[in-house]
């Protein structure tokens, strides 16, 4: 059974970094594309980024794109999530999540994720 866990959340000021992390057990990880999505209270789950299993291609939510970037270690079996310039409204719980494919075609899709992480708070302060 391949599960993810997130880490690298925490509290930052507003225009500050963070860099999240989700490690994957199992061997299987390099054939998985993978994203990350975010769930603010009160608020639905929604598409961050993702990344193709090769991390040749990327997919991003419009409200991150320039300011986000993902990207892999398939020999670490790890995704990343780097965060630039963030701000009070990229508050929320981040989740990993495993796609069910290598290759995306709906990224934003949460139906086509079929392992989730337990998140991660991350809190941004204006």
């Known amino acids: 059974q391949v599960q993810l866990v997130e880490s690298g959340g925490g509290l930052v000021q507003a225009g500050g970094s963070l860099r999240l992390s989700c490690a994957a057990s199992?061997?299987?990880?390099?054939?998985?594309?993978m994203g990350w999505f975010r769930q603010a209270p009160g608020k639905e789950r929604e598409f961050v980024a993702a990344i193709s299993w090769s991390g040749g291609a990327t997919y991003y939510a419009d409200s991150v794109r320039g300011r986000f970037t993902i990207f892999r270690d398939n020999a670490k079996n790890t995704v990343y999530l780097q965060m630039n310039s963030l701000k009070p409204e990229d508050t929320a719980v981040y989740y990993c999540?495993?796609?069910?494919?290598?290759?995306?075609?709906?990224?934003?899709?949460?139906?086509?994720?079929?392992?989730w992480g337990q998140g991660t708070q991350v809190t941004v302060s204006s």
């Open positions: 999540a495993r796609y069910s494919a290598g290759t995306v075609y709906k990224p934003s899709d949460l139906n086509n994720y079929d392992r």
């Open positions: 199992g061997r299987t990880f390099s054939s998985y594309a």
